[in-house]
């Protein structure tokens, strides 16, 4: 079975500061994607970044990278100079397949609060 | 493209009743998600179809819910005879195998049931 462990249930950080939000996994499936998504009080799911677990190199998608470390069986989410708007729930999720959105399971969950 | 479409975004009813949801995919995705997203949680995976076909289902999913996707478009979820425990967001997501990348799955913006 997979396991997402999001052990903050709660951020603050500065205007234009980084922040990373943590997440470690646990599965023994040697294939396996790891999501990180974002969800404003709107309630919509939006969808951030992606790593695959045989990928090398560690994903970006502009102000968003993930730091992956497979042997710590982590996959942190930086945010580099935050944004008001970056205000929301961040959710870490995991998929069965690698490259593939498949039945994905998610974390708790981190509130982050981007202060003025 | 007008993203994932769900109907009704707020549902009451009384324990008992059924109720149905219904989710509009993008229109090119081939694949089609349900999760469960109750207050204070990440989503739960509930079940998945790839056109037409219902491929996956989780135990989440009792004898009480069904769903359908008839003709590999638009999908419903039903609910028999709710309970209190059903209150949660019903989030439906799609995703599509034949982009290059299929990591993303687009999510709506939920359906919010509340059984009274």
């Known amino acids: 079975a997979q396991k997402i462990t999001q052990t903050q249930p709660g951020m603050f950080v500065q205007e234009k500061e980084a922040v990373t939000l943590d997440c470690t996994y646990d599965t023994s499936d040697p294939s396996y994607g790891l999501f990180w998504y974002k969800q404003p009080s709107s309630g919509e799911m939006i969808f951030l970044i992606y790593q695959g677990s045989y990928d090398q190199q560690n994903a970006t998608e502009g102000r968003y990278s993930l730091n992956f470390q497979k042997a710590r069986k982590s996959a942190n989410l930086v945010i580099s100079a935050s944004q008001l708007g970056d205000s929301a729930m961040y959710f870490c999720a995991m998929s069965r397949t690698s490259g593939s959105a498949r039945q994905l399971t998610f974390g708790s969950g981190t509130q982050l609060t981007v202060l003025p | 493209d007008t993203g994932v479409s769900q109907d009704p975004r707020h549902k009451i009813t009384k324990r008992g009743q059924n109720v149905t949801f219904r989710c509009d995919p993008i229109?090119?995705?081939?694949?089609l998600y349900w999760y469960r997203q109750t207050l204070g949680q990440g989503p739960e995976f509930l079940t998945y179809f790839q056109n037409e076909a219902q491929l996956e289902k989780s135990r989440l999913l009792s004898d009480r819910f069904s769903a359908e996707r008839p003709k590999g478009s638009f999908s419903t979820l039903e609910i028999q005879r709710t309970e209190q425990g059903d209150s949660a967001m019903y989030l439906c997501?799609?995703?599509?195998?034949?982009?290059?990348?299929?990591?993303?799955?687009?999510f709506g913006q939920g359906t919010r049931l509340t059984v009274v």
């Open positions: 997501a799609s995703s599509s195998t034949r982009q290059w990348r299929n990591t993303e799955a687009f």
């Open positions: 229109s090119e995705h081939n694949r």
